[in-house]
């Protein structure tokens, strides 16, 4: 038994008022001592501390049958540590105790899961608590009997094959599966209900999904679609030839998705966003997405675009919307959000959490230092802003890969318009046709200063003079 030893131990220094003492079976567990009470008293005067039983004397109680009584019961909780190693539970005080006592330990996962979730339904906000439930109810319906002593890397695996391969699940998905039982069997460990953590060597990972946003052009074509009001008006017919109004909640989708790119606020905080919440020029908002008791406030200066979709302009009731409709859910918004962007020529696939990226890259772009971005946004750490630099840096990194194309061996020549110095023959300019809208242009070369004027519409070079 590691780390385990078992005795019998007589307590002669507390004694009933009957003068009788206690005998206990003791446990030693990694340097803790716990001692299970016996309903077994004697007079400390019939005690052998060498057998650490009765004396067999005249007076003493029925010595043979007790102390074959106390042998029993330290064979009972020896052989109890052993099965508690042999099947992996937890050795712990409780487990042996509640094996000891003949009640039942319950090790199940699913259990234990909900058990530790609904402890933490007051600090976690209601769309986690859902989240988790709903991955809990995941792994219920693989294998509802988990006891939490099976999950080691073995197990982990098949769960993440079965999610994979059975299920067809991304692995975003898969990666929020397996962080729920991390979750829990951390949990689990730190209060040494099991004695190793199976993720200290399971790595599974997010995938690092490609960010899709709206570039400034294109947030431009959209403003100017949400101006001319194309929307309002629209009609559908259902299946009867009845027409209906539809054009409204196009309108509004539209204006909604216009106020998160231009100030990234999550939906849930927009559906919270009322007049109260605008002051000195700002928005200052009760982030809806932040722990509970780690409330963190949205503080967002308000911008010409900002207001011209913002429609504050009127005075309304504190607690009144700022928006001019009701924010539908995300799922509907989406459906919405995709007819709006064929209407400006955009097939990126978008939701409305793209809003949020956009107002990221558009401002980074714009200049604005990734900290402010940061905190705007409300972020918790910049790294994750940091995301949205590395997109700036690789447009970066596409723009100024042009350069490379200055190399001849690079360049389509059908494409591109080539200048020669008509003296010494070296090439003096290369651009793209269509850039440049003169019919000539008057040069100088570079390598022996030769004066001339060059055609576009002929591709002709024409020497006007040589430098002194």
Partial sequence: MANATVSIYFDKSFTKKNGLSRFYIQVILNRKVKRIALNLFIDPQYYNPKTKGIKEVKGAPNPRVNNLYLKEKQNEVEQIIIDLERKKHALTFTNIINYFENKKVNDSFIEFARAKLIEERNQIKKSHYEGLELKIMLLERYQPHLTIYEIDESWLETYRNYLIETQNYKQNTVYGALSMIRKFVTIAFKSSIIKSNPFTNFSFE?????KSYLTL?????LHKLYISKHFLGMTKKDDRGKTYLVGDKHHETLQHILISCYCGLRLSDLRNLRYKHIQENMIILPMGKSRKGKEKTLRIPLTEKLLSVLDIKETKNPNDKVYAGFVRNSSDINIILRFIMKEIGVSKYLTFHSTRHTFAVSSLTLGMSIETVSDILGHNDLRTTQIYAKV????RKEEMSKWNKLN????DNSSHNQVVCP??????MLFEKGIIKLNKLSLECQFCSTSFTYSLSKNLTIQLKKAL
Avoid: T
Wanted: charge should be negative; hydrophobic fraction near 25%.
């Fill in 392 to 395: 700036i840096d690789d447009k």
């Fill in 217 to 221: 052009d294109e947030l431009d074509n």
């Fill in 206 to 210: 997010k995938e690092d999904i490609e």
């Fill in 423 to 428: 003296k010494c023959g070296n090439m003096v």
């Fill in 408 to 411: 001849n061996n690079q360049m």
